[in-house]
């Protein structure tokens, strides 16, 4: 071999080993995140009475009232008592309806 061909073998080496680092690579499946919340704070005010007490997530909420109240707390209005309503804006007069409804499923 002459060395004009190694040359050009060392050439044509280099222009695939950059060109490969530029090549689209496939990514993994991504999981479906639509069954996650987002995390969103709210404004939550007491019911009945409409007292604005606290902000924080639903999550947070969920477990403060379940704490306060020692009972099932989450958004199914099936049989539960409104305890507290979750606003995104913090406004009064309210622009709209509760974003988040919170019902404790009291026994009596």
């Not at 404004?43 to 306060?68: A, F, H, K, L």
């Not at 606003?87 to 919170?102: A, E, K, M, S």
């Amino acid at each position: 071999m002459k060395h004009l061909s190694f040359r050009l073998l060392l050439v044509a080496c280099v222009l695939v080993f950059t060109g490969s680092g530029f090549a689209k690579k496939s990514a993994p499946p991504q999981k479906s995140t639509s069954s996650k919340k987002a995390l969103s704070y709210y404004y939550w005010y007491e019911q009945p009475g409409d007292w604005y007490y606290d902000q924080q997530t639903e999550e947070d909420e969920i477990n403060e009232q379940w704490g306060m109240y020692g009972v099932l707390i989450d958004e199914k209005a099936g049989g539960g008592t409104l305890i507290a309503t979750g606003y995104r804006f913090n406004t009064i007069p309210h622009q709209g309806p509760p974003d988040i409804y919170l019902y404790g499923h009291f026994s009596f």
